[in-house]
């Protein structure tokens, strides 16, 4: 594949905070004189001492007011860096690789034992588990400037998909990738022939608009826009649904036409691909840029302070952050630390979240040699989608094994992992021959609550970062709920942060 390198951001920065010409010589000698000095104090090794000295910069324009989750003088006595990076998910990752770029100084604290969030992969028995079924679209604007395609040795599914329905399989295939199939295929029971037009149509059309339009554009529910462009409802209920149902965790196809549309222009125009290495390979790129020291790990803050610029971790430790605090936590974490009035008000109204479950199996053989999705287009069952995750990637399993994954939409709570296991295995067994399907090993259940923001109309997929003074949010929920909307909220709440200081 012909992937560009990144372009967004300059060169990684390695060496602690060298001198940036574009902030030291901004024309205010305050600051110049207290980056100058951050810079030399925010060394690790000083990183162990408090420092008193620097107050914090006027930059706040914004007068959200803010109820204390503690008071100030509870508080240990804070240890100070640049800029408090709260999460190590893309969006957090995002904004510490822009700070980076201008190094600013930034101490970037993530709860777990790895950067990533929900783009983590899992090494279990020789096979690579993602958490959750999830795929990387090349396309992507924000991804193409900052990441090394090259490197992540990115592998094609199939430019379609193949859907379950009664009783076979049936392909759906890009008529401007897969012209013959498309053509093989027309009279196939999935759509009519005016859908199958139609798909052609709209991959002309999503190519017209920018992305950036897309997501600002007049919105209504997805399922509400198909029927607008003319598909039938057959292709809705048996095609649409399992496959955007599947990417947005919505069978209802309620989430606004503007994530549609995004996704659509990213699937015209690129590929959907796994990393070889795994998801988690996206963001682990992404970190292998950042100074080592900034990245804590096990670090998770439980308060904010009602200047809102110091945090506390788990183990009583406190950090400052002079230029501000970006927040890159889910949003239900976000609203918990912040518990601002607004936020508390925006608490009460949440549109609740879309969960999903992926299970994943391993198998001597793949009955379906494809790297192709499937979906199930049945309108009965539980599973969703699945994929043989090897067809695509081999490095996905054991050299001559087989890795099954299954996705299914919701939470399904009230199901033990063992009743879900069960049924997938029943109903996998009437898709493929049921002997086949018993010799399955089953490897590891994902759920996930908190798979993506709820975005039903009405939607803001570009809202201001700037959540209280000299704090910052990003994460899906402030853009696109996908990897690119996580990527580019995080450098814009970098930029907002930067352009409030007037740098
Ligand atoms: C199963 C699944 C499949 C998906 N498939 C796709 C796909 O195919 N294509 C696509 O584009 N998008 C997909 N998405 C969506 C995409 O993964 C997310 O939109 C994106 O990764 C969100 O990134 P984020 O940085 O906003 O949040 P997160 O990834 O949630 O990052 C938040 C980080 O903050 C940390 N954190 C939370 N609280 C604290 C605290 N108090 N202190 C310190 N750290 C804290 C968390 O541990 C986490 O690392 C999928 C998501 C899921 C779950």
Known sequence: MNFTRPTL????????????????????????????????????????????????????????????????????????????????????????????????????????????????????????????????????????????????????FYSGALVYYNGGFHRVSDPLRHFWDSLGTITNPIGSITDKVLIGLSRL?????????????????????????????????????????????????????????FVFKSLALGSNTLPSKG????????????????????????????????????????????????????????????????????????????????????????????PILILNGSGKGIVNNMFFATNVASSYGPKGKTLVSVSLVGSYESWSDEELQNAVREEMGTWFAGSVVKAWNHLRTYRIGFAQPNQIPPTNLRKDPRVGPGVYACGDYRDSATFDGALVSGRRAAEALIEDNGW
Do not use: M
């Open 9 to 156: 951001y300059p060169p990684a920065i390695k060496t602690p905070f060298p001198k940036n010409p574009r902030i030291f010589h901004h024309p205010s000698s305050l600051l110049t004189a207290q980056l100058a000095s951050l810079s030399r104090k925010l060394h690790p090794s000083s990183l162990v001492t408090p420092l008193k000295s620097l107050s914090k910069s006027p930059s706040s324009r914004l007068s959200l007011r803010t109820k204390c989750t503690i008071a100030d003088q509870q508080l240990a006595q804070p240890k100070e860096t640049g800029v408090v990076i709260v999460g190590a998910g893309l969006a957090g990752l995002a904004a510490a690789l822009r700070l980076n770029s201008s190094q600013i100084p930034f101490l970037l604290f993530e709860a777990s034992d790895s950067v990533g969030g929900r783009v983590r992969t899992d090494s279990v028995d020789g096979f690579l588990l993602d958490r959750g079924f999830q795929i990387f679209i090349t396309a992507y604007p924000e991804a193409q400037k900052l990441l090394d395609y090259e490197s992540l040795n990115l592998q094609k």
């Open 205 to 261: 059309k999503a190519a017209a608009s920018s992305f950036e339009d897309l997501l600002v554009a007049p919105e209504s529910s997805t399922r509400e826009r198909l029927l607008r462009d003319g598909f039938s409802s057959s292709i809705i209920g048996r095609f649409f649904v399992p496959f955007l149902g599947g990417i947005f965790f919505d069978a209802k196809l309620d989430t606004t036409s503007r994530l549609y549309d």
């Open 279 to 370: 998801i988690g390979a996206i963001p682990d790129q992404l970190a292998s840029r950042l100074p080592d020291f900034c990245l804590k790990l096990n670090s998770k803050v439980t308060k904010l302070n009602s200047d809102l610029s110091t945090v506390e971790l788990e183990n009583g430790e406190v950090f400052r952050g002079k230029f501000g605090l970006i927040l890159g936590v889910e949003e239900p974490e976000a609203k918990r630390l912040l518990e601002t009035e607004e936020a508390a008000l925006a608490n009460a109204k949440v549109k609740p979240c879309r969960s999903t479950v992926c299970l994943y199996f391993g198998a001597d053989d793949a009955p379906i040699k494809e």
